[in-house]
């Protein structure tokens, strides 16, 4: 249904999204999790075809959104961390007149109003001002917004910020409700606040995705696995070649290349720093650098997963 390829996003020199590619399905309702400045809203507003990637490719239900925006836009919506609604205007009024910026016929907001009303409880609040409600409600008409002209693909920048938590509840029962018929991806740099709720989760880090499944498989894999930096004088297919048959070596991911020597980050299922060591040595392959970095993510993924302050 959606699917990203090399997304990157530079700001100046400063680099927001880096190389991120992922594949969602019909249906599926993901969870975007990262500390703030991890490239959250920068990659959403990226997929809402609000803001021009640097480099990279996105396909919405086979559709390329660079060439043909305004197709792609037409099947979703984007809600951002702060929705734009008019205070002044009372909350009907105001999704009629939203469905018929969204395009929608007269005869098509009558008839859609009660079953997204109900679906977002705001029924009873149709009459009153926007600027009148709770911070909760607000946010179920800005939902009930974005819903109307029934977007497939549903981009939800940190739904449950500044919500209680029995609102933040309910927000996860009516996220949880759009499933199968919507596809959905929320943001969040808490994971208890889309626990439960998402069907896979993307872990974003300094704007690169470290990390993809259910939210079980991350956490064993983040508290786990045993992850090494590590930078050799040689070529990759040498470096490939003296790792092959090291059954520890569960993946080798390249990152970055310095001074003609390639740099990688290895996963293990042991500790067998000292062998690869010996190893890389004895095939003449000078080891520059080598550093443990699994503590790193675990602290992340467990500061992701606690409602602990961090530093923006
Ligand atoms: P998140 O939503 O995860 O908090 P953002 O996408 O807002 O992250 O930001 C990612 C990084 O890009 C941050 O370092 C932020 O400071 C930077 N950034 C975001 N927007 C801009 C902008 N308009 N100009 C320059 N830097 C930006």
Redesign the pocket.
């Known amino acids: 249904m959606l699917e990203v390829e090399g997304l990157t996003k530079y700001?100046?020199h400063?680099r927001?999204v880096n190389q991120v590619s992922f594949r969602i399905e019909q249906g599926e309702i993901i969870g975007l999790l990262?500390l703030?400045?991890?490239?959250?809203?920068?990659l959403l507003r990226i997929l809402a075809g609000n803001l021009l990637p640097t480099a990279g490719r996105v396909t919405v239900g086979g559709v390329d959104l660079l060439q043909d925006p305004h197709e792609v836009k037409k099947n979703l919506s984007f809600l951002p961390e702060t929705p734009p609604l008019y205070g002044d205007m009372k909350v009907r009024p105001y999704l009629r007149f939203v469905g018929r910026l969204k395009g929608m016929d007269r005869a098509s907001v009558r008839d859609r109003l009660p079953a997204i009303e109900e679906q977002t409880a705001i029924a009873h609040v149709g009459d009153e001002i926007i600027g009148h409600l709770s911070f909760g409600y607000r946010q179920r008409v800005a939902i009930a917004m974005a819903l109307l002209h029934e977007p497939q693909l549903l981009l939800l920048d940190e739904p449950a910020s500044g919500l209680d938590p029995v609102q933040i509840v309910e927000m996860r029962q009516l996220i949880r409700s759009l499933r199968g018929n919507h596809t959905v991806i929320l943001?969040s740099h808490l994971l208890p606040e889309i626990s439960q709720i998402c069907d896979r989760i993307l872990m974003i880090q300094d704007g690169r995705i470290i990390g993809e499944g259910p939210e079980e498989e991350l956490a064993q894999r983040f508290t786990r696995k045993i992850r090494v930096r590590m930078q050799v004088r040689g070529t990759r297919a040498e470096i490939e070649e003296c790792l092959r048959d090291v059954p520890e070596v569960e993946e080798i991911e390249w990152v970055r290349e310095e001074d003609g020597c390639p740099g990688f980050v290895l996963g293990l299922s042991e500790d067998v720093r000292e062998s690869i060591s010996l190893k890389l040595s004895s095939r003449g392959l000078g080891l520059l650098e080598m550093a443990r970095t699994d503590l790193d993510l675990e602290n992340t993924f467990l500061r992701l997963m606690l409602k602990e302050e961090e530093p923006s």
């Open positions: 700001y100046g400063k927001a990262g703030n400045g991890s490239g959250k809203t920068t943001s």
